[in-house]
């Protein structure tokens, strides 16, 4: 498989006034090309740290992050910005979608600014809210709002794609939709799928699956089977 | 506890608190400053006023013998009249380029308690015996004088020698200009001499006044007696009579006084206004952020009236600093701006007026601003239940505008001009608040920027346009104009010669009546240029009279109108003689009325008479020119146009500071306001703006939201502030419109251009300023906050 990342030894310390915390404590691994990983671990556990840092919002304190052979630990914040303009797609926990601008118009937000954008009508059919592209996130629900959030990412058609507990704020039946829709976009776009949560469940329809513990990375599990997210209870 | 919050909240926001004191300060200043300014310059005028016993009425005759004066005495209400003898004399000065022009005023040194008492700042009293003067301390310093000096006057084409024994000052010249034409005071040219009134006799072979001041007994108002020491003095050739609110001296010191009690009034209300709202959407936003731990002081059992004070201690801190920081700026500005005005006032100084009441007075009204806003962005969060108050607030809901209907215009804009657009309907009250400051802001520049345009323009054209003669003889009385004409023309280096009739007279329609002067000039005058509004030259009609816009309104007269003439120059007129008005023109320097030299000769029947001539000379045989009709007994004056016209540029120099002030106001007014709604904007809208940059958009996209949003707002902002800015100046040209200056409602295209330049400016320069809080949004930290 083609690897699009390779990060070595990445370790980052926060200053937490006058303590000093490691979020992350040399991390090695590499992500490739149309796989979906889950990162699991407790609160604190440094997942939503590994993810900035992946995402281009954060840089490692030492330790080397490579995108395409190209290195981002020593990117400049305008290089980082290209990097998450053109090759990273972001889903939050809580939506982020702009409260004034409708469905159509978040994802056009995301979309005007990718060189090669994904047409919005197919990504709003494609998340199941084609009629309801006029409407303003406080006219959605919470399932709603994070479809769109995740159309907003796909919009700007990126190279990999990260999620910080997409469905911690979603009940079950919605949950199971929004994984599809993630499942789907690694296994028809042959994009990479980034995916941390703390719901255990979620890491069966994972190729591959990072655990984390107290900021260190310790142990990556392969998944040869991994199960359509339709099949998943918890 | 709570006070150490406070501070290290005001801490964290200290650029908007900042802004928002620096415009306090500049309003308590102005405030206190102007008002003290005031006060001094009216105790100063009262006791100057009251102490040399300054008259309530003036008159001019032609002659009054010195017998007369008893009878008038007994007028009723008349308290004290005084005859003086006037008169305007050249000083000999050869050595001078221009003309040094002395009006001696006579006085009665045995007299005591004498009206218009002159204030003997150094010398010695006069004495009737020899030719001693005293003369105005401007005059005394500007020619270098000394003491027992003598200074020669040519009176009747003889040299006189008068001795100078003192200077001081007189509450009748505390403004004093040679001729209503004038301006400015000009010591270096014009001064005032008292003379004792035997010498002045001697001087001029007079036994008669020409001149009366008189005071009124209490309670007695001018228009009182005027009718009966009108009759009385008709006999004796009556010039004018006018109250002392028609002085020329007093009424230009009174027009100050009011115009800076205008500005003490106006210009704190509007920066304090300001500032409350700077204050009211800080508080607010501060608040909104706040709601949890205002549901914990709550849950904790602190009351209603603790948090608000804790919450009205950030206004109250603020209004103090400011306050009190611009007053005491105020007090010591009031000494140098009384200072500057006293240039112009000849006054004595009377102790500067130091007065905590200001200080006091402006802490009151910025506290009243100050906690008046704080209260009103406070009130809502007070009336949540703690838990209420612990919950997030409900998120922010968007909707449609009434601007999407347009399509043409909403598919122009990015998305992010449509978040912006929307983003004005999402706050209305700051919004509203951007679009007020932007449109002062616009409205000021624009119109202190024509303001100065159009004085210089006014003043200027009078003399590139209006008057383009060279040089301006004014004759001491009226001549046959052919002869004189032909006299001056011959002279070598005259180019030409025209003559001009300045007869005073009474306009009257109905009941309203106005005292000017009608100016009579030759047709087709190439010296003398008649405009109208547009700047092209008008023709003066072969019968009728022009009148000033202002006159015309005054009179009440418009075209077709029969005015009735009277005039004290012509014995045995016949007063129900009438003109006919054919034309209103604008006047901005003066108020007169214009005839054809030829129709206003026959008009009065009095020959071919004129009063002074306009020359153009070249420009080496002026000075010949001077020399050869200075001594003449008939020469009044001799005016060089160039001379003027430089000196009025000097001045206009110096006015043109304050013009720069005002911009600076507008730019501090238009970069505190943009300046604190943008930092609010950011903290208010850090998720959204967190998210977009994650979307990977540049700091500069993301803040392009932000100052979309003000573009827009700033665009119709100043739209508005064009007919605004109209209001400013048509309040200001009312306020000081008057029988010497009048100011057409007129703003350039130039203005508003810069106006637009120095509001784009500031703007732009704030948003600079909240561009840098932008950069500093930590995206983990601000995505990682519950909403």
Same mark, same amino acid.
């Given at each position: 498989?083609?690897?699009?990342?390779?990060?070595?030894?990445?370790?980052?310390?926060?200053?937490?006034?006058?303590?000093?915390?490691?979020?992350?404590?040399?991390?090695?691994?590499?992500?490739?090309?149309?796989?979906?990983?889950?990162?699991?671990?407790?609160?604190?556990?440094?997942?939503?740290?590994?993810?900035?840092?992946?995402?281009?919002?954060?840089?490692?304190?030492?330790?080397?992050?490579?995108?395409?052979?190209?290195?981002?630990?020593?990117?400049?914040?305008?290089?980082?910005?290209?990097?998450?303009?053109?090759?990273?797609?972001?889903?939050?926990?809580?939506?982020?979608?702009?409260?004034?601008?409708?469905?159509?118009?978040?994802?056009?937000?995301?979309?005007?600014?990718?060189?090669?954008?994904?047409?919005?009508?197919?990504?709003?059919?494609?998340?199941?809210?084609?009629?309801?592209?006029?409407?303003?996130?406080?006219?959605?629900?919470?399932?709603?709002?994070?479809?769109?959030?995740?159309?907003?990412?796909?919009?700007?058609?990126?190279?990999?794609?990260?999620?910080?507990?997409?469905?911690?704020?979603?009940?079950?039946?919605?949950?199971?939709?929004?994984?599809?829709?993630?499942?789907?976009?690694?296994?028809?776009?042959?994009?990479?799928?980034?995916?941390?949560?703390?719901?255990?469940?979620?890491?069966?329809?994972?190729?591959?699956?990072?655990?984390?513990?107290?900021?260190?990375?310790?142990?990556?599990?392969?998944?040869?089977?991994?199960?359509?997210?339709?099949?998943?209870?918890? | 506890?709570?006070?150490?919050?406070?501070?290290? =909240?005001?801490?964290?926001?200290?650029?908007?608190?900042?802004?928002?004191? /620096?415009?306090?300060?500049?309003?308590?200043?102005?405030?206190?400053?102007?008002?003290?300014?005031?006060?001094?310059?009216?105790?100063?005028?009262?006791?100057?006023?009251?102490?040399?016993?300054?008259?309530?009425?003036?008159?001019?005759?032609?002659?009054?013998?010195?017998?007369?004066?008893?009878?008038?005495?007994?007028?009723?209400?008349?308290?004290?009249?005084?005859?003086?003898?006037?008169?305007?004399?050249?000083?000999?000065?050869?050595?001078?380029?221009e003309n040094i022009y002395l009006r001696l005023v006579s006085m009665d040194p045995s007299k005591e308690n004498r009206l218009n008492d002159f204030l003997l700042e150094k010398g010695t009293p006069l004495s009737n015996k020899t030719m001693n003067i005293w003369v105005d301390n401007k005059f005394f310093e500007a020619q270098n004088l000394k003491l027992n000096d003598?200074?020669?006057?040519?009176?009747?084409?003889?040299?006189?020698?008068?001795?100078?024994?003192?200077?001081?000052?007189?509450?009748?010249?505390?403004?004093?200009?040679?001729?209503?034409?004038?301006?400015?005071?000009?010591?270096?040219?014009?001064?005032?001499?008292?003379?004792?009134?035997?010498?002045?006799?001697?001087?001029?072979?007079?036994?008669?006044? #020409?001149?009366?001041?008189?005071?009124?007994?209490?309670?007695?108002?001018?228009?009182?007696?005027?009718?009966?020491?009108?009759?009385?003095?008709?006999?004796?050739?009556?010039?004018?009579?006018?109250?002392?609110?028609?002085?020329?001296?007093?009424?230009?010191?009174?027009?100050?006084?009011?115009?800076?009690?205008?500005?003490?009034?106006?210009?704190?209300?509007?920066?304090?206004? $300001?500032?409350?709202?700077?204050?009211?959407?800080?508080?607010?936003?501060?608040?909104?952020?706040?709601?949890?731990?205002?549901?914990? @002081?709550?849950?904790?059992?602190?009351?209603?009236?603790?948090?608000?004070?804790?919450?009205?201690?950030?206004?109250?801190?603020?209004?103090?600093?400011?306050?009190?920081?611009?007053?005491?700026?105020?007090?010591?500005?009031?000494?140098?701006?009384?200072?500057?005005?006293?240039?112009?006032?000849?006054?004595?100084?009377?102790?500067?007026?130091?007065?905590?009441?200001?200080?006091?007075?402006?802490?009151?009204?910025?506290?009243?601003?100050?906690?008046?806003?704080?209260?009103?962005?406070?009130?809502?969060?007070?009336?949540?239940?703690?838990?209420?108050?612990?919950?997030?607030?409900?998120?922010?809901?968007?909707?449609?505008?009434?601007?999407?209907?347009?399509?043409?215009?909403?598919?122009?804009?990015?998305?992010?001009?449509?978040?912006?657009?929307?983003?004005?309907?999402?706050?209305?009250?700051?919004?509203?608040?951007?679009?007020?400051? $932007?449109?002062?802001?616009?409205?000021?520049?624009?119109?202190?920027?024509?303001?100065? =345009?159009?004085?210089?323009?006014?003043?200027?054209?009078?003399?590139?346009?209006?008057?383009?003669?060279?040089?301006?003889?004014?004759?001491?009385?009226?001549?046959?104009?052919?002869?004189?004409?032909?006299?001056?023309?011959?002279?070598?280096?005259?180019?030409?010669?025209?003559?001009?009739?300045?007869?005073?007279?009474?306009?009257?329609?109905?009941?309203?009546?106005?005292?000017?002067?009608?100016?009579?000039?030759?047709?087709?005058?190439?010296?003398? #240029?008649?405009?109208?509004?547009?700047?092209?030259?008008?023709?003066?009609?072969?019968?009728?009279?022009?009148?000033?816009?202002?006159?015309?309104?005054?009179?009440?007269?418009?075209?077709?109108?029969?005015?009735?003439? =009277?005039?004290?120059?012509?014995?045995?007129?016949?007063?129900?003689?009438?003109?006919?008005?054919?034309?209103?023109?604008?006047?901005? /320097?003066?108020? #007169?009325?214009?005839?054809?030299?030829?129709?206003?000769?026959?008009?009065?029947?009095?020959?071919?008479?004129?009063?002074?001539?306009?020359?153009?000379?070249?420009?080496?045989?002026?000075?010949?020119?001077?020399?050869?009709?200075?001594?003449?007994?008939?020469?009044?004056?001799?005016?060089?146009?160039?001379?003027?016209?430089?000196?009025?540029?000097? @001045?206009?120099?110096?006015?043109?500071?304050?013009?720069?002030?005002?911009?600076?106001?507008?730019?501090?007014?238009?970069?505190?306001?943009?300046?604190?709604?943008?930092?609010?904007?950011?903290?208010?809208?850090?998720?959204?703006?967190?998210?977009?940059?994650?979307?990977?958009?540049?700091?500069?996209?993301?803040?392009?939201?932000?100052?979309?949003?003000?573009?827009?707002?700033?665009?119709?902002?100043?739209?508005?502030?064009?007919?605004?800015?109209?209001?400013?100046?048509?309040?200001?040209?009312?306020?000081?419109?008057?029988?010497?200056?009048?100011?057409?409602?007129?703003?350039?295209?130039?203005?508003?251009?810069?106006?637009?330049?120095?509001?784009?400016?500031?703007?732009?320069?704030?948003?600079?300023?909240?561009?840098?809080?932008?950069?500093?949004?930590?995206?983990?930290?601000?995505?990682?906050?519950?909403?």
């Open positions: 498989m083609e690897t699009i990342m390779v990060a070595k030894n990445l370790t980052k310390t926060y200053q937490m006034g006058e303590v000093k915390v490691e979020a992350l404590k040399e991390a090695s691994f590499e992500l490739y090309k149309g796989e979906l990983v889950v990162v699991l671990g407790p609160s604190g556990s440094g997942k939503s740290t590994l993810l900035n840092i992946i995402g281009g919002m954060d840089q490692a304190t030492s330790g080397e992050l490579y995108y395409l052979n190209k290195p981002l630990h020593t990117a400049n914040s305008k290089e980082l910005t290209l990097y998450r303009r053109h090759d990273v797609g972001f889903v939050f926990q809580f939506y982020n979608l702009m409260p004034n601008l409708t469905a159509y118009e978040n994802i056009n937000l995301a979309a005007q600014i990718a060189k090669d954008p994904l047409p919005i009508k197919e990504l709003l059919e494609k998340v199941g809210l084609a009629n309801r592209a006029d409407h303003f996130p406080s006219q959605l629900s919470g399932g709603e709002q994070q479809r769109i959030a995740l159309a907003r990412a796909l919009a700007k058609n990126p190279q990999i794609m990260l999620c910080d507990e997409p469905t911690g704020a979603l009940d079950f039946t919605t949950s199971i939709q929004v994984l599809k829709l993630l499942k789907d976009f690694s296994t028809s776009y042959g994009k990479t799928v980034v995916v941390i949560t703390h719901n255990t469940a979620i890491a069966q329809i994972a190729d591959r699956i990072f655990y984390l513990k107290d900021g260190r990375l310790v142990k990556i599990e392969h998944n040869p089977n991994p199960l359509p997210p339709e099949k998943v209870t918890w | 506890m709570l006070r150490k919050k406070m501070l290290r =909240d005001l801490k964290e926001n200290k650029g908007t608190y900042l802004a928002c004191i /620096v415009v306090m300060i500049l309003g308590i200043m102005v405030f206190t400053a102007f008002s003290l300014v005031v006060d001094n310059l009216k105790i100063s005028q009262k006791s100057f006023y009251t102490e040399q016993n300054f008259a309530d009425g003036f008159a001019q005759v032609e002659a009054l013998p010195f017998s007369a004066i008893g009878n008038l005495q007994n007028i009723k209400g008349i308290k004290q009249i005084e005859g003086r003898i006037v008169k305007d004399v050249q000083v000999y000065a050869p050595q001078s380029q003598k200074l020669e006057i040519i009176v009747n084409g003889k040299i006189r020698e008068l001795k100078v024994v003192g200077f001081g000052k007189s509450p009748e010249f505390i403004y004093a200009l040679r001729t209503t034409a004038d301006l400015y005071p000009s010591p270096e040219t014009f001064g005032i001499a008292f003379v004792p009134i035997e010498i002045m006799e001697k001087i001029f072979v007079t036994g008669v006044y #020409n001149d009366l001041v008189f005071s009124l007994e209490p309670g007695v108002d001018f228009e009182d007696i005027e009718d009966t020491l009108e009759y009385k003095l008709k006999p004796y050739g009556l010039r004018s009579l006018i109250p002392r609110k028609d002085q020329v001296s007093h009424s230009l010191l009174e027009m100050e006084i009011t115009s800076l009690e205008t500005m003490a009034r106006v210009m704190p209300v509007m920066f304090l206004g $300001i500032a409350a709202m700077i204050l009211y959407i800080t508080l607010k936003r501060l608040i909104e952020q706040q709601r949890g731990q205002i549901g914990i @002081l709550k849950a904790f059992g602190y009351t209603r009236g603790e948090i608000l004070s804790h919450y009205l201690s950030y206004p109250l801190v603020i209004a103090l600093s400011g306050s009190f920081i611009g007053g005491i700026l105020g007090i010591i500005l009031a000494g140098p701006f009384t200072s500057m005005y006293r240039l112009f006032f000849n006054m004595p100084e009377a102790p500067d007026n130091f007065s905590i009441l200001y200080l006091i007075l402006g802490i009151v009204l910025s506290l009243t601003f100050a906690l008046g806003a704080g209260y009103q962005g406070c009130k809502n969060i007070l009336k949540l239940e703690p838990a209420q108050a612990l919950r997030p607030p409900s998120p922010p809901s968007g909707r449609r505008i009434l601007l999407e209907r347009i399509p043409f215009f909403w598919n122009m804009l990015t998305v992010q001009g449509m978040m912006a657009v929307r983003n004005i309907s999402r706050n209305k009250g700051r919004s509203f608040f951007i679009f007020v400051g $932007i449109m002062f802001c616009f409205a000021i520049t624009a119109f202190t920027w024509s303001m100065n =345009d159009l004085i210089q323009k006014m003043l200027f054209d009078q003399y590139e346009k209006v008057e383009v003669y060279d040089l301006k003889i004014s004759l001491s009385q009226s001549v046959d104009a052919k002869a004189v004409s032909r006299e001056l023309s011959s002279f070598p280096g005259v180019n030409r010669a025209e003559p001009m009739a300045e007869i005073p007279v009474t306009l009257k329609n109905k009941w309203l009546e106005k005292d000017v002067v009608i100016l009579g000039l030759p047709p087709n005058s190439h010296l003398y #240029n008649i405009l109208d509004a547009e700047g092209n030259s008008v023709e003066l009609p072969d019968k009728g009279i022009l009148l000033s816009e202002r006159l015309a309104s005054l009179l009440n007269a418009s075209l077709g109108t029969k005015l009735n003439v =009277d005039t004290p120059l012509i014995e045995d007129w016949d007063s129900t003689k009438q003109v006919e008005v054919r034309g209103i023109i604008p006047q901005y /320097v003066g108020i #007169n009325a214009y005839m054809n030299i030829n129709a206003l000769q026959e008009f009065l029947k009095a020959g071919p008479l004129a009063t002074s001539f306009m020359l153009t000379t070249e420009k080496e045989r002026v000075i010949p020119l001077k020399e050869k009709y200075r001594e003449s007994a008939l020469v009044a004056s001799i005016e060089a146009k160039e001379e003027s016209f430089k000196k009025l540029q000097e @001045l206009m120099a110096s006015y043109g500071s304050f013009i720069y002030i005002y911009a600076l106001i507008g730019v501090i007014i238009g970069f505190a306001i943009i300046y604190s709604s943008s930092v609010i904007t950011v903290s208010e809208r850090s998720r959204e703006l967190a998210s977009m940059m994650v979307l990977g958009m540049t700091p500069a996209e993301v803040l392009s939201v932000v100052t979309f949003e003000q573009w827009f707002l700033g665009l119709g902002a100043m739209i508005a502030g064009i007919p605004m800015s109209k209001l400013m100046l048509t309040g200001i040209a009312q306020a000081i419109e008057s029988d010497i200056f009048s100011m057409p409602v007129v703003i350039s295209p130039t203005s508003y251009l810069l106006a637009l330049i120095i509001t784009a400016i500031s703007i732009w320069l704030a948003q600079q300023a909240a561009a840098g809080k932008i950069k500093k949004l930590s995206l983990v930290e601000v995505l990682k906050e519950r909403e």
